[in-house]
């Protein structure tokens, strides 16, 4: 939602589609693998306390959230979901003392970051600085 007097800047739009698409490719890449079921991820998953009934429904929670997300009327919803499964993808680590915890933190900042920059209506409402 640009407006005449300032469109929207290519660089900005660009930089945030590169930010938002990192964390799909990464939870899209995620729930295949769980759809697949290699020995390697199920291990994994029984580390992390997920046993393996469990898989289907995180499948259904990473995509639907993604997919919301992808969607630019539904975006701010889908980042508020995928900022809910990547929290309690935190909290999975972090109960069992994994260190692989920031690696979900830092995905949710680039599914906000990535927001921010390529909406403008979220720009005006989350506005960084105030305009002179």
């Not at 729930?31 to 997920?50: F, H, I, Q, T, Y």
């Not at 309690?88 to 830092?106: E, F, K, M, N, S």
């Amino acid at each position: 939602m640009s407006t005449a007097s300032q469109p929207q800047k290519p660089w900005l739009l660009w930089t945030g589609r590169i930010l938002s698409a990192l964390p799909v490719l990464i939870m899209v890449f995620s729930a295949a693998g769980k759809l697949v079921r290699p020995p390697a991820v199920l291990e994994g998953m029984s580390k992390l306390g997920w046993p393996e009934s469990t898989l289907l429904v995180l499948v259904v929670l990473e995509l639907g959230s993604v997919l919301v997300y992808l969607i630019p009327r539904t975006a701010v919803l889908g980042a508020i979901l995928m900022t809910g499964y990547l929290g309690g993808a935190i909290a999975t680590h972090v109960r069992i003392g994994d260190p692989g915890w920031p690696t979900a933190l830092i995905l949710g900042i680039f599914v906000w970051a990535g927001l921010y920059l390529r909406d403008e209506r979220l720009r005006a409402l989350l506005p960084l600085r105030q305009s002179q």
